[in-house]
């Protein structure tokens, strides 16, 4: 993040942990985040919310997310004036719900954005916003930072194949592939080497 540019949001029981409006990423602190209730009015902090709170309530109300990420991340930002759709040219993108979808672009605070960034988030775990930047949710704030840096990279990955051609995407059928692989291996797991028991000398 550069200066005030993103915002970020944890959900705790029927409140809301949010950094402030103004608020520089780079030397947050305390002070600069701010609990509101799901309503939005501020229960604890003496700053304003940020711009995006209607975005970040609307999530909380629409999913089962615990945390909202948003950023003018450099690449996913520039992906989302040229794209309508980041397409699966991954199978981490899986990760996210598959194929990325673009917000149509809204004036950044208003009701009209955050509807877009909501119906984009339908059945994923990040959506570019177009011409703004990028937002990803998760069940912690850990894994909502995790899904919104998966994003940038998958945009910059994008972005570098295009410069020498057309990307390919997985199909349908591949991306099933990866799934039920991901299943029967306990893909992004560590577990113990399954070692052979010592027989004992008779």
Known sequence: MVGTAGNI????????????????????????????????????????PTSELDLHLGLYSDTDAQA??????????????????????????????????VAPYATFGTAELAAHVRAALDG?????????????????VEKALDNA???????????????VGTPAVLDEAQQEAVVLAAIERKYGTTRPVDRPTPQENP
């Open 149 to 163: 840096l998966l994003l940038e990279w998958l945009c910059t990955l994008y972005r570098d194949a295009s410069v």
């Open 68 to 101: 909202v990420v948003h950023t003018h991340a450099p690449v996913s930002t520039a992906m989302s004036t040229v794209l309508t759709e980041l397409p699966c040219i991954h199978y981490q993108q899986l990760l996210l719900g598959g194929a990325v979808r």
């Open 9 to 48: 949001s944890v959900l705790v029981g029927e409140l809301v942990a949010i950094t402030a409006t103004g608020a520089v990423f780079g030397e947050l602190d305390l002070d600069e985040v701010v609990v509101v209730d799901r309503d939005g009015q501020v229960v604890e902090g003496d700053l304003e």
């Open 124 to 140: 994923r775990s990040a959506a570019l916003m177009a011409s703004h930047g990028s937002v990803a949710v998760g069940g912690t």
